[in-house]
């Protein structure tokens, strides 16, 4: 799964243009690599997204195409 859609299906960004803008400005890396929005990431990867207040870690656990609000923090873990 792209990292621009997994952003938005787990509500981490609100909307997907606004993740593609996120990577493209290099704002989010991977595993400790700055990564475009086409980027595919994996089950264990590790995100970080840079904001202006502040960033955000955490793991990725699963990846699904769909999932419902309540239900959308099992798709990842915050790492401190």
Request: aromatic share 6%.
């Amino acid at each position: 799964m792209r990292i621009d859609k997994f952003l938005k299906v787990s509500r981490i960004l609100k909307r997907r243009t606004v993740a593609q803008e996120a990577a493209s400005a290099g704002k989010i890396s991977v595993n400790g690599r700055e990564v475009k929005p086409a980027y595919r990431v994996k089950v264990g990867d590790i995100v970080e997204i840079s904001f202006v207040t502040g960033k955000l870690k955490f793991r990725i656990l699963e990846l699904k195409e769909t999932v419902k609000k309540d239900d959308a923090s099992s798709l990842y873990e915050i790492i401190a």
